[in-house]
């Protein structure tokens, strides 16, 4: 699977979903797509020429799962006794710099110090922590996204893994299913949603969501 988004991305440009043909669905499961590049001298003779088949349950997927990841703010709730945390300077720094991108998941972190706090590092306490149905948050989640929010690609949001597992199931159960027929209108919309995507190659479970069938 890595090797064939790998592949994908020596043929194909993410701004080609955009002038992409829709050709048709096949199997109720597939949409076969065109792409035709021209010749930089605007000669009508196409450059390259090729079909490729997307798997509109993974597309889908992988859109609402992206879409999930960058908007969705989750509950929190307050914790009965506040949690004093063993921060490094280096840590507490990020998560000041980065108190929206907490709140975002979840966790809310004060700052007023522990008054019988026997080190430094003890002057940073967990106030708030996510809350969900099916999935139970701690300190190690916290952990995990302050060591990410040390090397994010600025804009990008940070989630932890249980919140990406979390968004994988909700995105699954609301994407389009293998098996539905499709109009015109609704498979265009997933091929152009795929331009859009920060890595639109493979759905949040690894699956690939296109191949390159054949040049023509």
């Known amino acids: 699977d890595e090797e064939a988004a790998v592949a994908l991305l020596r043929v194909i440009d993410k701004a080609d979903f955009a002038s992409m043909d829709v050709i048709g669905q096949f199997n109720l499961s597939f949409i076969v797509v065109r792409r035709r590049t021209r010749a930089e001298n605007g000669e009508d003779m196409a ?10 349950h993974a597309a889908d ?12 703010r989750i509950a929190s709730q ?15 720094l990020v998560a000041r710099k980065n108190a929206d991108v907490l709140r975002q998941n979840g966790f809310e972190l004060d700052y007023m110090g522990v008054p019988d706090a026997q080190s430094p590092s003890q002057r940073v306490c967990l106030i708030a922590q996510p809350t969900s149905k099916s999935t139970i948050f701690d300190t190690e989640d916290l952990e995990e996204l302050l060591h ?25 159960r609301k994407s389009i ?22 890595q639109p190659w493979h759905c949040p479970h690894g699956r690939p969501t296109m191949r390159h069938l054949s040049d023509i």
């Open 47 to 56: 450059r390259m020429d090729d079909l490729f088949i997307v798997d509109q």
């Open 61 to 72: 997927e992988k859109y609402i799962f992206e879409t999930l990841q960058q908007t969705t």
């Open 78 to 92: 307050k914790l009965f006794r506040p949690q004093v945390l063993e921060l490094t300077a280096a840590d507490e």
């Open 148 to 172: 990410l929010l040390h090397d994010r690609p600025a804009g990008r949001m940070v989630r932890c893994s249980k919140a990406r597992a979390m968004f994988a199931m909700r995105a699954s």
């Open 177 to 198: 299913m293998i098996g539905t027929p499709l109009s015109l209108r609704q498979m265009t919309s997933v091929v152009r949603h795929m331009g859009t995507m920060d």
